[in-house]
């Protein structure tokens, strides 16, 4: 799952300004504006304008005719001027696996002679077809576009035959019987990039009704099916009379609010449980828990109560949602169940809530501190939180266990943030021991961030830590985490402003990562997802940036208004809710988001413990009267009047008398009246990083040999850094590098530098003369090989492990020299797809009752139980000696299966690193 943001209000001023504001709206107070300043844009950009009634986009308007009803003449443009060049590759078992990275078959999908249909020539697997043929200008993809692919597959059935498995480009074997489907992946619809989901479109499969080797699929590209489109208007039908009434001088910016109301509505299924969106189904941890955060704690604590409780495993545990490798520990992000169930206690006050959570956020911890907190960096390991498309965010080497091992800011955030709530509930319940055991981690996780994280030439911080034994960081921004530092306070005052200042945002939004990644579709890459947006607007408030805040206001109404709905997201260098891999509608954490920015940044409420303050943030563009009614807090219902603009409170009154610390005691009850007077003093000046859509250079494929690294020219690329050891070794504009004789272990990687200075990922970890450095240990020795009769390993057998067989191994292993060492297992987890399901196995290491840590064995593909790889490397300081180690299945291994967590082992290695 995946967030969405949400926009308020963004026009382009032009010859449409006087037609934008034809309509009669209904008057509001006294201090409407005059009809001159009506006609004026309340904010605009390159990319659009926005009216107090309207926003205009180019040629499209959208329009409130009145509080209850928008009409938008938005149309996507996603299906015009498609270029015909189509570029694809085949995949076995929906994998990345025929050519490297970068290098794919491409056909012009133009006219040929008359009556002559499309179809590609027979291309033979892993051999590169360019089609030569001339496009004349202006010339683009015709709807409806029949496309014959056509495969030759005769070499890799012949290897089967001959020998029983493939050998694929990257030296990995894909045995016989593992083998089950061949797909096409490509650019252009209904053609994706995205290998992991292939499985779930049909009519991307190739097949060979003849047996004569050669596989054929069609597609029709650029279908009318395909075309977008999206509502002309909408009128409000539900009754959300029982919830917060807005009124402002803004009809535009009120009617998107409405909307959001009848959204929120909507997204209660009957089981009482929110629905995550139009097209996501069930209840889903992060999903829920943002929007919670945002607004719904407040909005709708009950339905809130209901969703978290669904997310709650048999163990009393925080159920991580389905994903990369098998989800837990591979993506760690349910932490933040924690500070949304904290959220619903300061906005209810309800006691028994506090210690029905505490035991269940307790647990989790303490698992998650076993399972993925690195005792190094003091850093949470696991996938971006909301992020968790793997090939949307990460380079295309890394496997789920490459993202297990990695530490990113978002995550690590929302573990910071779910320590400091560990830390409150257990004060609250007087568990003094556990409150400085939480805080403890809070305090490491936020060193850690601040230590490893930041990035003082940029002024944010990096995306994460990746790498394999020697991590680097990825220096792109991730929005998400950015606010989440400023928010939770990871960030000091004066950090935060530079971060709100510095971080890279687009005409239509921030983007979830910038720069973006080279042959990536979008949907997290080059995509603004509004909820994530709304974040970064409460992190500009917070920080005092007015331009960022109202900017962000906008870049919510934006999409809203043009599209009727609140949609999960859209491309981020053209605004359009088309082209994004899964765009869905009424999406919960999109709507949360659109209210969120009205309670928490325009009225500033601040929920805590034992009170309600205002801190509200009005942009002067926005100044005016905004009342908000029949608004609960705990046991009082408020009505709020707001005039002026700025943060900063000239007096504040609850029933006429002045209001102490602008705060609302928790034991407020009955009906009362606040009224805000503003400043109508703008904050001092600051800046934001605007910048154009970029795209990083692509990942370098490297290989070595005779002393030297080698690897092809990368697309944009000016330079090319290499690093050793996860350290910048050389720059260079060669496309080698000669590499010294190994007197210890290295890795060597090499990323990509554009002319503007932007650098891609950096390639695999590539291990030099390791075999000297390095011991493996069968374990057939250890337990008895397993009678499966899975191919593909090493020595006499293999050994299984499950909840029920080998849940203790006893390793002997012969230490040659005292170091540091990497333990890792090659292993094979045929349990699910690499993308989703629960069925990660989790172990842990110890070396007598010493823990040595965590052993991670992700789902590597269906049933392909002959596909082998290595889990995370585990690093010990190991005397010369014998020592004996055991792997075993602890309570806190359970994965969010429960039942299966199981893998094949065939090997320990031992690496000397140091």
Same mark, same amino acid.
């Given at each position: ?410 995550? /690590?955030? *929302?573990?910071?943030?779910?320590? %400091?709530?560990?830390?409150? !509930? =257990? ?5 003094? +021991?556990? &409150? ?88 997290? /890459?080059? *995509?603004?997802?509004?909820?994530? %947006?709304?974040?970064?607007? !409460? =992190? ?5 940036? +007015?331009? &960022? ?366």
């Amino acid at each position: 799952m995946n967030p969405t943001r949400i926009t308020a209000g963004l026009l382009l001023a032009g010859s449409l300004l006087s037609s934008c504001q034809t309509q009669k709206m209904p008057a509001t107070t006294s201090s409407s504006p005059a009809p001159d300043a009506a006609r004026r844009p309340v904010w605009e950009s390159a990319a659009y304008s926005v009216f107090r009634d309207s926003i205009v986009q180019g040629r499209a308007v959208a329009r409130a005719r009145s509080r209850q009803e928008l009409t938008s003449s938005y149309q996507s443009p996603a299906n015009e001027f498609q270029s015909p060049q189509v570029s694809f590759k085949f995949s076995l078992n929906g994998k990345d696996n025929e050519m490297q990275p970068g290098q794919d078959h491409v056909f012009q999908a133009v006219p040929r002679a008359a009556g002559q249909p499309l179809e590609t020539p027979v291309i033979g697997f892993g051999q590169q077809f360019v089609d030569h043929t001339p496009v004349p200008a202006n010339t683009y993809l015709a709807p409806n576009t029949p496309l014959k692919i056509r495969l030759d597959l005769r070499p890799v059935l012949a290897a089967f035959q001959k020998q029983g498995f493939y050998s694929l480009y990257n030296g990995q074997k894909l045995y016989k019987d593992d083998f089950k489907h061949v797909f096409v992946a490509g650019n252009t619809t209904p053609m994706s990039w995205d290998f992991d989901n292939l499985i779930n479109k049909p009519g991307l499969e190739l097949t060979d009704p003849d047996g004569d080797g050669i596989y054929e699929t069609t597609v029709v590209l650029n279908a009318h099916s395909d075309q977008k489109t999206t509502a002309g208007q909408w009128k409000a039908s539900l009754d959300v009379s029982k919830l917060p009434q807005l009124t402002s001088d803004f009809p535009l910016l009120d009617a998107l609010y409405n909307l959001a109301l009848e959204e929120a509505t909507r997204a209660v299924e009957p089981d009482g449980t929110f629905r995550t969106g139009q097209e996501w189904a069930g209840v889903w941890t992060r999903d829920i828990s943002y929007s919670i955060i945002l607004s719904q704690a407040l909005l709708q604590p009950e339905v809130a109560k209901t969703s978290l409780l669904r997310k709650v495993s048999a163990q009393g545990r925080i159920i991580q949602d389905t994903g990369t490798g098998g989800a837990y520990p591979c993506s760690t992000d349910r932490i933040i169940w924690a500070v949304a169930a904290w959220e619903i206690y300061k906005t209810t006050g309800d006691e028994a809530w506090l210690r029905q959570v505490y035991p269940i956020i307790k647990a989790s911890i303490e698992d998650d501190a076993l399972n993925a907190y690195d005792a190094t960096t003091g850093l949470v390991r696991g996938e971006s939180s909301f992020l968790d498309w793997r090939e949307q965010t990460y380079p295309k080497w890394m496997q789920p266990v490459d993202i297990y091992q990695s530490e990113n800011l978002g995550t /690590n955030a *929302a573990h910071f943030q779910g320590n %400091q709530v560990l830390a409150l !509930l =257990a004060d609250k319940l007087g568990q003094a +021991e556990v &409150a400085r055991q939480a805080r403890g981690r809070a305090a490491r996780i936020k060193a850690g961030i601040n230590e490893h994280l930041w990035l003082e030439e940029k002024g944010n911080y990096g995306q994460y830590r990746y790498g394999r034994t020697f991590p680097t960081i990825s220096p792109k921004s991730e929005a998400l985490g950015e606010a989440l530092t400023v928010l939770f306070g990871v960030a000091d005052e004066a950090r935060a402003k530079t971060i709100v200042a510095r971080t890279p945002v687009m005409d239509y939004g921030i983007p979830c990562i910038y720069p973006q990644i080279a042959g990536i579709p979008p949907y997290h /890459n080059n *995509a603004v997802w509004p909820f994530v %947006q709304s974040y970064w607007g !409460l =992190a500009a408030a917070q920080a005092g940036n +007015e331009n &960022a805040f109202l900017e962000s206001l906008m870049a919510v109404a934006r999409p809203a208004a043009m599209f009727l709905t609140d949609k999960e997201n859209f491309v981020a260098s053209n605004g359009d809710f088309a082209g994004t891999q899964v765009n869905s509608s009424n999406m919960l954490w999109s709507l949360s988001g659109t209210l969120g920015l009205v309670y928490k940044g325009l009225f500033g409420m601040d929920f805590q413990a034992d009170y309600l303050t205002f801190r509200p943030f009005v942009p002067q563009a926005l100044q005016g009267t905004r009342t908000l009614t029949n608004f609960h807090y705990r046991g009082a219902v408020l009505s709020v009047e707001m005039r002026g603009y700025g943060r900063v409170i000239r007096s504040i009154t609850l029933d006429g008398q002045p209001l102490a610390e602008a705060s609302v005691p928790a034991t407020l009850t009955g009906t009362h009246n606040i009224h805000i007077e503003l400043s109508n003093e703008a904050p001092a000046p600051a800046a934001q990083n605007k910048v154009p859509h970029h795209v990083a250079p692509p990942t370098p494929a490297v290989t070595y040999a005779a002393g030297r690294l080698s690897w092809p020219a990368v697309e944009g690329a000016r330079a090319y850094q290499v690093l050793r050891n996860g350290q910048f070794a050389a720059r260079t504009t060669e496309l080698s590098f000669p590499v010294p004789a190994p007197t210890a272990y290295a890795e060597y990687q090499v990323l990509a530098v554009d002319a503007q200075g932007f650098e891609g990922f950096a390639s695999e970890p590539l291990p030099v003369g390791a075999d000297q450095f390095r011991r493996t240990f069968e374990l057939e020795a250890a337990a008895g090989k397993s009678a499966k009769g899975y191919k593909g390993y090493t020595g006499k057998g293999f050994v299984e492990i499950s909840t029920t067989v080998n849940r203790t191994l006893t390793l002997k292993v012969q230490v040659p020299k005292t170091g540091l060492y990497a333990l890792d297992f090659r292993y094979a987890n045929g349990n699910g797809p690499i993308n989703t399901s629960n069925k990660c196995a989790i172990r842990t290491l110890r070396r007598g009752g010493q823990l040595l840590g965590t052993v991670v064995l992700p789902q590597r593909g269906v049933d392909e139980w002959s596909d082998w790889g290595f889990s995370n490397p585990v690093l010990a300081r190991l005397a010369k000696g014998t020592h004996t180690l055991t792997l075993t299945l602890e309570d806190a291994n359970t994965n969010m299966n429960g039942e299966v967590n199981q893998a094949m082992l065939d090997y320990l290695r031992l690496t000397r690193v140091q």
